[in-house]
């Protein structure tokens, strides 16, 4: 596993977000070194059975124990299903927590509610994150100029709100879960708008805003940012 800094205890955020990013390299078409991620594969599940154990000993199954780490971790296990098939030791803690993630995820911000689509899809549901999209489509802002985009990202406080790396989710899921590439287009119009007019922030909304723009689609990164929104 990875830490924050080199030398540093090990961080099961970096390492879930390092595990995720070598899934969407691969994704693109990249060819790439897998072997260290295969490798970090049954810490993250482990970890998971850890989080899962402390719910149990709790007494606590029925509650909503849904973060946005744990989303974090469906989405980037998603990726190398068919890589490492997750333990029997592990697998009622995944079980466990896709079943929250199907029953709770109203109750998780925007960007993990991206992450749930796509990792429900991934593992062969189908009827929630077509829920999810619908949802999330009711909430969008599309604007002629801007494109679409959420205004509950606007005011983020963490990571799991922050405002591009949750407009590159949507469209990862857009694409992916709900095939709407208009869609996905309007929201790549928004990322190439803040990036015109301010800035993507911090390296890693830089590294997650380019993954989606160069998902399939227009090529905007050549642009001039210069595209009609029109959506039903």
Not at 181 to 205: G, I
């Amino acid at each position: 596993t990875w830490p924050w800094f080199p030398g540093g205890n090990r961080s099961d955020f970096i390492t879930l977000y390092i595990v995720a990013g070598f899934g969407r390299l691969r994704h693109l078409g990249v060819s790439t070194d897998l072997r260290l991620v295969v490798a970090a594969l049954p810490r993250v599940d482990a970890w998971i059975t850890e989080m899962y154990k402390e719910i149990v000993h709790g007494g606590k199954e029925t509650e909503c124990h849904l973060t946005p780490t744990v989303a974090l971790y469906l989405y980037a296990r998603s990726f190398f299903l068919k890589d490492v098939a997750i333990a029997a030791a592990n697998r009622g803690a995944s079980d466990y927590f896709l079943g929250q993630a199907k029953h709770y995820w109203q109750k998780v911000g925007r960007q993990s509610q991206a992450h749930l689509a796509l990792a429900l899809q991934r593992w062969g549901d189908t009827d929630t994150p077509a829920a999810i999209i619908k949802s999330v489509r009711e909430f969008a802002t599309v604007n002629e100029e801007l494109g679409m985009f959420w205004r509950d990202t606007e005011a983020f406080w963490s990571w799991g709100h922050a405002p591009i790396e949750t407009q590159a989710l949507m469209i990862e899921a857009l694409l992916e879960v709900a095939g709407d590439s208009a869609a996905a287009e309007a929201c790549k119009v928004w990322l190439l708008k803040q990036k015109q007019t301010q800035d993507w922030k911090t390296t890693k909304a830089t590294a997650d805003a380019v993954y989606a723009l160069l998902l399939r689609g227009e090529k905007l990164l050549g642009s001039d940012v210069r595209v009609e929104v029109a959506l039903a």
